[in-house]
């Protein structure tokens, strides 16, 4: 009797222990979807997955054989104001990009990057790559469509697309943060 007792408890005991490791995996798989929803299929299922922090580091959820990397929203915030609170995918100097742009260092402007964020994006400001509010007088946020980027300032200052507007058309080809390091062209896809 006390060896099926003693059965019982280890069993019930594994038990308790596997759905306790299961319950913790859910929560990347589930950053991992995410992260995933934002390039299209081609790229999503060879791309590694990460989660970046707000200095720029990156911790990898999963490896990727394609050169792109998708980056899982950050947790716990407000998912309105910035592109690291939206699902994103990026090809290499893309994600050389991002890491410099959240770390305030200014990206290598020989490398040109790009990006998909398929379930679109916002930023509190099209002028101010700095900014983590709205500006005074400013009440809306901008929005933006699924929508692909290229990460590069001098690409984006001789595209001939709009620049420097406070509140861009979103739904055509325009520049944000024009005029500094961290111009980039967004490109709608809807």
Wanted: glycine share 8%.
């Amino acid at each position: 009797m006390c060896k099926l007792l003693d059965a019982t408890v280890a069993f019930a005991l594994l038990a308790v222990c596997t759905s306790a490791s299961l319950a913790q995996d859910h929560p990347r798989d589930s950053e991992i979807s995410q992260a995933l929803s934002a390039a299209p299929p081609s790229i999503a299922s060879g791309a590694a997955v990460a989660v970046m922090d707000g200095k720029g580091n990156t911790t990898q959820l999963r490896p990727g054989s394609n050169g792109w990397t998708c980056l899982a929203p950050q947790a716990g915030q407000a998912q309105h104001d910035t592109i690291e609170h939206h699902p994103s995918c990026f090809d290499k100097y893309g994600l050389e990009w991002i890491e410099a742009y959240i770390a305030h260092r200014k990206p290598d402007a020989e490398h040109v990057g790009y990006s998909y964020m398929l379930q679109g994006g916002s930023a509190w400001s099209n002028t101010d790559p700095t900014a983590k509010e709205l500006a005074p007088g400013e009440k809306e946020y901008i929005h933006m469509p699924p929508h692909i980027m290229i990460l590069n300032a001098r690409v984006a200052e001789s595209s001939g697309f709009p620049s420097g507007q406070a509140s861009p058309d979103t739904h055509k080809p325009f520049v944000m943060f024009g005029g500094t390091a961290y111009a980039l062209v967004i490109i709608p896809l809807s």
